[in-house]
Each structure stands twice: as C-alpha cells, then as structure tokens.
C-alpha cells in the first residue's frame, strides 16, 4: 500500500476513535460504534494484503486472545456446559472457528427451534484491532433499545438473517432463551460483509424470545 495513503487511513482512523473516546468521556458512558463504520475500517486496513496473508493475521489475533483464556477442546458429553464470566471457552467446530463461553444458560426447558424468530442483543470487537493495540469501542446494538436484531433460527438464506452469519445462530443449540455468551468467532461464521476481510470478532450476545 502506498505510504501516504496508509498513513491518511491510519490519521483518520485515529480520529474516529479519539471522537468516541471523548463522547465516552463526556457522557460517562460507554458508547458503541457503528458496525458499518467498523466494517469500513476493517476494509481499510486489509487493502493490498493478500488472502493468505490476512488468513495468517485472524488466526495470530485469535490465538493471542485465546491464550489470555481458559479454553476446552470440546464440548462435554453430557453437555453440561460451566457457566459465568470466568466459565471457559468451549471450542465447539471441529476446526476451531468457534468458541463459545457460557454467561447465562437462560431457561433450557425453553430452546430456540427452527423457524422461530430470536431477537439479540450484541458487542462485538474486531480481534485484530485488539491485538494491534486499537481501543475502539465495541460495534452492535447492545447500548441502544431503539435498534433491535434478529433473525430466523435455521435460516441462511433470508439477507436478514444471513447478515450476521452462522456464528450467532449456532449458541443456541446448547442455550436456552433469555441467555448470555461470549464468542470468539473466525470470519468463516462470522458477518457477511466482513468475511473477505477475513475479520475475527469477539462477540457478548444476549437472545430474547419473540414476544407475541
């Protein structure tokens, strides 16, 4: 990439988190950003890399976060998953796309079934931004009750469910509704826009039922 225009990405990348920083700041809250913004700035700094090469940097920063975390192989049997935010992250794909870190199993006599509509709530942060040091604020819609998101449970073909990938869909075969987790999701599942980039996220979701 050309130095003059990596460097005019990098200045205004910094000021769109010093922007964030000081709202944060100023209203003593933390504020989250876009993800449509996180998206342009994921694209921004995976120009001129090959795929390869940008394959290379989403394992390096997923392994760097899961290194800091108690992590199991597998899921257990029994399927009795620990719980809490010191619970570890299971791997749950046999490629290790997926880890998933039980918060609140929510209420299992109540699972999500295929064709139901299931609201979430959610954070997400881009793994390579983390491990590069970048403090930007989370992405999502978990700070604002006016946005909501959902998608229909074993679909993947609907835009509005597919948008957010597979990643967020796959919890619920081991949680129940009004549940909790943390994710750490390779592109492979993760959302759509971002897959070419090839962008990790850590992810705290919460799923609602739909209320009717």
Known sequence: MNSFVQTRQETIIELIIEFYNELNMRYNHKILLPATILVILSAACSKEKSYSELLREEEKATNWYLSGQRVETRIPADSILETGKD???????????????????????????????????????????????????????????????????????????????????????????????????????GFKETQSECVPYLMNIKYFKAEY
């Open 87 to 189: 619970a570890p992250f299971y791997r749950v794909d046999k490629d290790g796309y997926i880890y998933m870190q039980v918060v609140e199993l929510g209420d299992t006599s109540d699972m999500a079934e295929t064709g139901d509509i299931v609201y979430f709530r959610y954070a997400s942060s881009n793994l390579k931004w983390m491990y590069n040091g970048n403090e930007i604020p989370p992405g999502g819609n978990a700070g604002n009750l006016n946005q909501s998101a959902s998608f229909i449970y074993g679909n993947y073909q609907l835009s509005s469910s597919s948008q957010y990938g597979q990643g967020v869909q796959i919890p619920l075969q081991f949680v129940g509704n009004n549940s909790e987790v943390n994710l750490v999701l390779r592109s492979y599942y």
